[in-house]
């Protein structure tokens, strides 16, 4: 049971548009969403996050909006730029199982130049 | 690099043998999170050590699967009688207790069963 959900599966964008990749889920005491990118070979690195009590967080160029009612997030990636072509996964904790991160399927996203 | 280390990066193995992964955490991480990934998906879940103590294992760690942190320091995860389904990549990642939970990810061991 897939406790995340995440879309698109892949995404193309072109240089200097705005790439935006959806979550959605469905246990509310999820209590903090990280974004992760993960480019091939690497581990997950730590992109951007958000707890349930703001509706947007801003870091740069890479923005995350919270919708605590219909249990959604996203994350919306400004002035895309071929170096964050990778994939991108967005996750969900909660405290009462040990903090372990529920991850969605992931986000391939291509910048063309 | 204070990073997350682990260590092989990679293993091939023949089915039916035994493999041991090693995780290094963050220093002044007090936990530290096993998560097996396969193409195309995202992480998933294995266990969790706050310390010395494994705290929490998923249903999806068979019995096969077995993992240590003595002393709340470094992890092994290994996995005996290998089999082909075992083939993925096993990621590491470490945090400190409290709000916030950042989990900090190493570069993962990929696994191949042949």
């Known amino acids: 049971q897939q406790q995340v959900k995440q879309s698109p599966q892949s995404l193309i964008v072109q240089k200097g548009g705005i790439s935006i990749i959806n979550c959605a889920y469905e246990?509310?005491?999820?209590?903090?969403f990280p974004w992760y990118q993960q480019f091939p070979g690497k581990g997950p690195a730590l992109l951007i996050a958000?707890?349930?009590?703001?509706s947007e967080k801003k870091e740069g160029r890479f923005t995350i909006s919270f919708n605590k009612s219909a249990k959604q997030f996203s994350l919306h990636i400004m002035d895309s730029q071929p170096g964050d072509s990778a994939t991108y996964f967005c996750?969900?904790?909660?405290?009462?199982?040990?903090?372990?991160?529920?991850f969605g399927t992931g986000t391939s996203l291509t910048v063309i130049p | 690099d204070t990073g997350v280390s682990q260590d092989p990066r990679h293993k091939i193995t023949k089915r039916g043998q035994n493999v041991t992964f090693r995780c290094d955490p963050i220093?002044?991480?007090?936990?530290l999170y096993w998560y097996r990934q396969t193409l195309g998906q995202g992480p998933e879940f294995l266990t969790y050590?706050?310390?010395?103590?494994?705290?929490?294992k998923s249903r999806l760690l068979s019995d096969r699967f077995s993992a240590e942190r003595p002393k709340g320091s470094f992890s092994t995860l290994e996995i005996q009688r290998t089999e082909q389904g075992d083939s993925a990549m096993y990621l590491c990642?470490?945090?400190?207790?409290?709000?916030?939970?950042?989990?900090?990810f190493g570069a993962g061991t990929r696994l191949s069963v042949l």
């Open positions: 990642a470490s945090s400190k207790s409290g709000r916030g939970n950042i989990q900090y």
């Open positions: 246990n509310t005491a999820f209590d903090y």
């Open positions: 958000i707890r349930p009590d703001v």
């Open positions: 996750a969900a904790t909660t405290p009462n199982t040990g903090n372990q991160f529920y």
């Open positions: 220093s002044e991480h007090n936990r």
């Open positions: 050590f706050q310390n010395e103590a494994q705290l929490e």
